[in-house]
């Protein structure tokens, strides 16, 4: 049996955003323990995103589609 409850582990922001939500999608993404080539790999997409929305922020664009993703109600 466990002596004590284990440490809260909170996400640092990502260096670019300064967003935890980044951190953990890309923490996702990662294959590999491959955490540069992840980053790399989602800023590059942010970028193409702010070049095909016309001058919209491809942060927010990101963000907006993850809440059309995420579920509204929570069933318990």
């Known amino acids: 049996m466990r002596k004590s409850k284990p440490k809260k582990r909170y996400l ?4 670019k955003f300064k967003d ?8 996702y993404m990662m ?5 540069s080539v992840a980053y790399n790999i989602f800023y590059d ?6 070049k095909k ?3 919209e922020a491809g ?3 990101w963000k907006r589609a993850l809440g ?5 109600v929570e069933v318990k």
């Open 12 to 15: 640092l922001p990502d260096p």
């Open 53 to 55: 929305a016309g001058g």
């Open 20 to 27: 935890t939500m980044v951190t953990k999608f890309v923490n």
């Open 31 to 35: 294959e590999r323990g491959k955490k």
């Open 59 to 61: 942060l927010e664009v």
């Open 45 to 50: 997409a942010i970028e193409i995103v702010e």
């Open 68 to 72: 059309n993703l995420t579920p509204q």
